[in-house]
């Protein structure tokens, strides 16, 4: 990919190039004007290689406070003809998403707002399906959701949250933090089914086992192994 800004008469407007890495030319551009455009972003491709996945952020207001609204864009990989954008809403941060293996559905939570939720996009048709919250910050601390993570078969989605109390800095012991929540999500439900605690500490990055028996989640100075099998039998 690679960024140009505007010179001389077309200083206000901005273009994002995605490149052929086999070509070298040009496959999409995306023209936006700067004095309105927070931040453009092609995240990633479905596992099928048929889809690119985005987000684009326009600025509404800037004084006397900042609002800007977000945007997920879908665009064909082949031909790079834009086929969706969904509004998805103002101010939020978006963790990085994460993909069914089948490439059907997309997850992606905002990882810092006053709620937490969780967006499951729809790609056969590049729709929001279900919108899902998680959690409120509250006035001791801050929430912070993580990348969710797809099981293997398709059926549910994992998403961890961590709490940063207010004036936490790197030199905090981890183990004085709140417990990690680990959220189980039924794709075809759209709702939180079981939520489990991890030790106390930092919880990040959960990714499954390829044979879908369990999963792990790094955190400070430790993993975390999780028996998805076990779990399973709580919520089913």
């Given at each position: 990919?690679?960024?140009?800004h505007g ?9 994002l ?7 070298l030319?040009?496959?999409?551009t995306?023209?936006?004007?700067q ?7 092609v ?5 099928d290689g ?17 609002v ?28 990085q ?15 810092r707002a ?33 990348r969710?993570?797809?099981s ?5 989605v ?7 109390p ?7 012991d ?63």
């Amino acid at each position: 990919m690679a960024y140009r800004h505007g010179e001389g008469e077309d200083a206000d407007e901005s273009e994002l190039h995605v490149i052929d890495p086999v070509s070298l030319e040009s496959r999409l551009t995306f023209k936006t004007r700067q004095e309105d455009f927070e931040g453009f972003h092609v995240r990633s491709f479905t596992p099928d290689g048929k889809l690119m996945v985005g987000t684009a952020g326009y600025y509404l207001q800037k004084e006397p406070k900042l609002v800007w609204e977000n945007e997920m864009v879908w665009w064909d990989a082949r031909s790079g003809r834009e086929k969706n954008r969904l509004l998805v809403g103002r101010n939020i941060y978006l963790a990085q998403e994460c993909h069914s293996q089948d490439s059907k559905w997309m997850a992606v939570a905002n990882s810092r707002a006053p709620q937490l939720e969780l967006y499951m996009f729809r790609h056969t048709d590049q729709t929001l399906q279900h919108t899902i919250p998680l959690e409120q910050a509250e006035e001791a601390s801050t929430p912070f959701a993580q990348r969710p993570v797809f099981s293997p078969d398709g059926e549910h989605v994992i998403v961890v949250v961590n709490d940063a109390p207010k004036g936490a800095n790197d030199r905090m012991d981890p183990s004085k933090y709140p417990r990690p929540r680990i959220y189980v999500i039924s794709v075809e439900q759209g709702k939180i089914i079981k939520t489990f605690l991890a030790p106390r500490g930092w919880a990040i990055s959960p990714q499954f086992s390829p044979d879908g028996k369990s999963f792990v989640i790094s955190g400070h100075r430790k993993v975390m192994f999780c028996d998805w099998e076990a779990m399973r039998k709580e919520f089913n």
